[in-house]
């Protein structure tokens, strides 16, 4: 993680030195994708090396909480930041900024200390991503319930990615610009945030397999009554109880996933969610 922080930080400084042509930008683009891909499965395995199984759905309650928290927070305070940035140095001021949150958060990762037991007799030959990739499929065909979460959360993560695109139209319906379709995004994100709290507090007492049926069920209820909304409040409402659906199904999810997969295959298992 650490690692793959300092190559997009670096990428991100390169940009005003490297010539300004689309090109350019598009091979500096899938770089950083490729590496974040590498990123985020590190990120979902590392969790449950810092914490105790007890507290794992608190831990990923938090991890829920912050992750959207930190969009709903960037998109208030991004444009401003950006601006600021480019009037300090308005060559590569957007750049440096970017970079240099990259390059804090490395800072923050090598802090986190990690108890992660590596066979390195594996790695003796060279590794083939695509035995690799096979066997964390192989794995998950044969454990029906892992592949039952990993669907559930396949299923939210297509939902979500779907939000920006239903709430521009819907913006149309509720009295909003196009432009403004950003507040029903982030209601959606703060009933996200609230069912991620109510779970850190009280979700080691309810039952978690069946938290994701309440979930689904609520979302798909909400998106039937999108179809009908004209206030812009009815429709904040409907977006913050679509996030705390989302809440249901993610946070039990990922600690389910978490708990059934060994150590030496999460990363595997969650190459394959994001």
């Known amino acids: 993680m650490v690692l793959a ?39 979902q395995s590392a969790i449950p090396l810092v914490v ?35 009037n300090i140095n308005k060559y590569a001021g957007q750049e440096i900024l970017l970079a240099s ?35 964390g499929f192989r794995y998950l065909r044969t454990n029906k319930i892992l592949l039952s979460a990993m669907l559930q959360v396949a299923v939210l993560s297509f939902t979500i ?18 432009e403004q379709f950003g507040s029903l995004v982030a209601a959606a994100g703060i009933g996200l945030v609230f069912g991620a709290g109510v779970l850190g507090h009280w979700g ?27 206030s812009v409040w009815l429709g904040i409402l409907c977006g913050a109880v679509l ?3 989302a809440s249901l199904i993610a946070v039990p999810m990922q600690t389910l996933i978490q708990e059934k997969t060994p150590e030496s295959m999460r990363g595997k298992v969650f190459g394959f969610s994001e």
């Open 5 to 43: 922080d300092l190559v997009r930080g670096s990428l991100i400084l390169l940009l005003p030195i490297l010539p300004r042509e689309f090109i350019v930008l598009l091979i500096i683009t899938f770089v950083i994708s490729t590496v974040t891909q590498a990123f985020a499965p590190a990120e």
């Open 52 to 86: 105790r199984p007890e507290n794992l759905l608190t831990a990923n309650a938090l991890f829920a909480t912050s992750s959207t928290a930190s969009i709903i927070i960037g998109f208030a305070i991004g444009e401003p930041l950006l601006t600021a940035a480019s």
């Open 101 to 135: 949150l990259y390059f804090i958060a490395a800072g923050l990762g090598q802090l986190v200390k990690v108890q992660e037991t590596i066979d390195t007799s594996k790695y003796t030959s060279r590794i083939n991503p695509w035995y690799e990739l096979k066997s």
């Open 161 to 178: 990615a779907a939000l920006p695109v239903l709430s521009i139209e819907l913006t149309k319906e509720v009295g909003l610009k196009p």
């Open 204 to 230: 080691g007492r309810l039952q978690q397999k069946i938290l994701p049926l309440f979930g689904f069920i609520g979302m798909s209820i909400v998106l039937a009554i999108f179809t009908f909304v004209n």
């Open 243 to 245: 996030g705390f659906g």
